[in-house]
């Protein structure tokens, strides 16, 4: 995963560096922002995976303990996915909460680039990643 967001990065930096109007300093910093986040959002499929091999493979040793039990660590992973969940949104869609809550947020004074560019270049990257994880679990069906 580490290594698709860095290549996926590198791509979208490229493509930033030569479509976008902006401070160079400040499209390096949105993209750098989209490859960290790619790894957050591994998160959102990992956990609930984890909580599923916990349920249904109780039998499996673990080099783990997680205090209470299934329950226990069926808790305590909602309360990490709960936090996943709203890292990875505010990530996707800064100042969204903050505009929730009433406070003030300038866009172009925190990232130095429109939404709109940001929308284009975060999103973008994500669709992209979704589509080669989507080709990758279709050439694996094919080839069981």
Same mark, same amino acid.
């Given at each position: 995963?580490?290594? =698709?967001?860095?290549? *996926?990065?590198?791509?979208?930096?490229?493509? @930033?560096?030569?479509? %976008?109007?902006?401070?160079? %300093? @400040?499209?390096? &910093?949105?993209?750098? *922002?989209?490859?960290? *986040?790619? =790894? +957050?959002?591994?998160? /959102?499929?990992?956990?609930?995976?984890?909580?599923?091999?916990?349920?249904?493979?109780?039998?499996?040793?673990?080099?783990?303990?997680?205090?209470?039990?299934?329950?226990?660590?069926?808790?305590?992973?909602?309360?990490?996915? %709960?936090?996943?969940?709203? #890292?990875?949104?505010?990530?996707?869609?800064?100042? *969204? =909460?903050?505009?929730?809550?009433? /406070?003030?947020?300038?866009?172009?004074? @925190?990232? &130095?680039?429109?939404? /709109?560019?940001?929308? @284009?270049?975060?999103? &973008?990257?994500?669709? =992209?990643?979704?589509?080669? #994880?989507? +080709?990758?679990?279709? #050439?694996?069906?094919? &080839?069981?």
């Amino acid at each position: 995963m580490n290594l =698709l967001s860095g290549i *996926t990065a590198t791509l979208f930096m490229v493509a @930033a560096m030569n479509l %976008a109007a902006g401070d160079t %300093a @400040a499209v390096f &910093g949105v993209v750098l *922002t989209v490859a960290i *986040t790619t =790894l +957050l959002l591994s998160y /959102l499929v990992i956990v609930p995976a984890l909580i599923r091999l916990r349920l249904h493979r109780p039998e499996v040793p673990r080099p783990y303990r997680v205090p209470f039990g299934s329950r226990g660590f069926v808790t305590y992973a909602a309360v990490v996915y %709960a936090w996943i969940v709203l #890292g990875s949104w505010v990530a996707l869609f800064p100042g *969204t =909460l903050k505009r929730l809550f009433g /406070l003030g947020y300038d866009f172009r004074d @925190a990232w &130095g680039v429109s939404r /709109l560019t940001f929308e @284009a270049f975060t999103l &973008g990257t994500v669709v =992209l990643l979704l589509v080669v #994880g989507g +080709l990758g679990l279709r #050439g694996r069906r094919r &080839g069981q």
